[in-house]
């Protein structure tokens, strides 16, 4: 169980452990997803609650279209907004991983963008920098061919009309397709990108070139490590050297990253290595 009063000093404790703080630690804001701590009741919250004691921000993660009262419902969006309030955490949100875009019919398309407005409707005062999406998720797999960039450019046309100006707040995220195939097609959109470089380096994609193509839109990076046909796990010393490309770009940009593995071993494993990425040397280096 976790002790009163976790938003204070360099360390969090719970328990009998305790945890190093690296709240304003990076010159980025650094957060990891809402599913870290083992809890079954009110696990966003209580995972909320546990990350804002040492990093900057949490990744709202939702799992499931159908499961959205789990994890947003009136309540628990107060409790986030109070922690949030009293802590200085921050929000960003994985939009749910089965809605149906790309490959999906039109209707099924817009019932996916009904459930991206509702949750953007009920998480909007939490002030929420960015919601990452999936925008292959739907019943077929991306191929690099003409026809697909067809079906990519009309998706994005049809998200962009029906979003609006909320579209800006939509982060495109690579997965295992080739994002820098539809370059062209994202950059002539509104929507910005969240480039997960464990992505690219899991699936052998060049990292230079995605940031040189994507630039300035890139407003979000995910860093987790990869190792026996896996990824998603604990960031290790030869992740680290295979992942200094994103580490050039998270210097200049003023963006976030969210350490993304789904264990709190994993979590501090991942944060040892990201200090050493970035040789930090142990003072803070950015002031909110």
């Not at 609006?164 to 097609?185: K, P, Q, W």
Request: glycine share 10%; charged share 25%.
């Amino acid at each position: 169980m976790m002790e009163a009063g976790p938003y204070c000093g360099g360390i969090i404790r719970t328990g009998i452990n305790s945890m190093k703080s690296y709240k304003n630690r990076f010159p980025f804001a650094v957060g990891a997803p809402s599913y870290i701590i083992p809890v079954k009741a009110d696990s966003v919250v209580a995972n909320a609650r546990f990350l804002a004691g040492f990093l900057d921000m949490v990744q709202l993660l939702l799992f499931g279209r159908d499961h959205l009262d789990e994890v947003m419902s009136p309540r628990i969006i107060r409790d986030l907004r109070k922690i949030g309030d009293d802590s200085g955490l921050r929000f960003t949100v994985h939009l749910p991983a089965d809605l149906a875009l790309l490959g999906a019919s039109k209707e099924a398309a817009l019932r996916s963008l009904d459930v991206i407005e509702r949750i953007l409707d009920a998480t909007g005062v939490l002030g929420v920098e960015g919601y990452v999406l999936h925008v292959d998720s739907g019943p077929e797999r991306v191929e690099l061919t003409q026809s697909w960039r067809e079906e990519f450019s009309g998706v994005l046309g049809i998200m962009a009309e029906r979003l609006g100006d909320a579209a800006r707040d939509i982060y495109l995220e690579n997965t295992s397709y080739d994002l820098m195939y539809f370059g062209d097609i994202v950059n002539d959109s509104p929507f910005p990108v969240c480039m997960d470089a464990g992505h690219l380096m899991f699936h052998g994609h060049d990292g230079e070139r995605f940031m040189e193509l994507f630039g300035s839109r890139i407003r979000q990076v995910h860093m987790h490590g990869v190792g026996g046909g896996k990824d998603h796990r604990a960031i290790s010393a030869h992740d680290v050297r295979h992942l200094k490309f994103a580490g050039k770009l998270l210097m200049k940009m003023a963006g976030s990253l969210v350490i993304e593995v789904y264990n709190r071993g994993d979590l501090e494993q991942s944060l040892r290595g990201l200090e050493h990425l970035f040789e930090i040397d142990g003072q803070a280096r950015r002031a909110d």
